[in-house]
């Protein structure tokens, strides 16, 4: 698979952030926010689509902001709006607001292994535990887009695939989702 193709980043930041105490898009003033953005540009994302939802707020430039409606269905529907809004790209990195310290090398490292793959798909783990962020080439997006429902993004339609590699980033970051403030 070649560079040449169109990489959109995916980041996932509908959610209410229940437990958490508030959305966590907004968390530090949008820092959480900023550092996402800034980890898919860097990480050789050529667009970034943030998909908003339970808060609506400005988005770093130049990423660029889609809102799901359906949000409070779950992040099947955020993950269903942010591929809706990847325009021509033939692959998307799937990253998530409330991984702050997960930067730009795992986005690097993780996206370079989807592109030197046959399948076009890989998924960074942490210590073996699977996390984010997740390359899907567009070929797969359909077939993703089947299994998607409820609070469930893309894990079933991976942990069916013998063709995602895994690619560790415990060395770059504990890649914990933080749930709780």
Do not use: N
Request: overall charge negative; proline content about 4%.
């Amino acid at each position: 698979m070649s560079r040449a193709r169109a990489v959109v980043g995916v980041l996932l930041a509908a959610g209410a952030g229940t437990r958490y105490g508030m959305p966590k898009v907004l968390v530090q003033q949008g820092e959480w926010l900023r550092i996402a953005v800034d980890a898919l540009f860097g990480g050789g994302c050529d667009d970034v689509v943030v998909v908003l939802g339970a808060a609506v707020v400005d988005v770093p430039p130049p990423a660029r902001a889609v809102v799901a409606r359906d949000w409070a269905a779950g992040m099947s529907a955020s993950l269903r709006t942010g591929l809706g809004a990847a325009g021509e790209a033939e692959l998307a990195v799937l990253h998530l607001v409330d991984t702050p310290d997960v930067g730009a090398d795992a986005v690097t490292r993780v996206l370079a292994a989807a592109l030197g793959s046959t399948s076009g798909l890989a998924r960074a783990t942490y210590g073996g535990r699977p996390g984010h962020p997740v390359v899907i080439a567009r070929r797969h997006w359909s077939a993703l887009s089947a299994t998607l429902h409820g609070d469930e993004g893309a894990r079933a339609f991976l942990s069916g695939s013998a063709d995602v590699v895994l690619v560790e980033c415990g060395d770059l970051a504990a890649g914990t989702d933080v749930d709780e403030p």
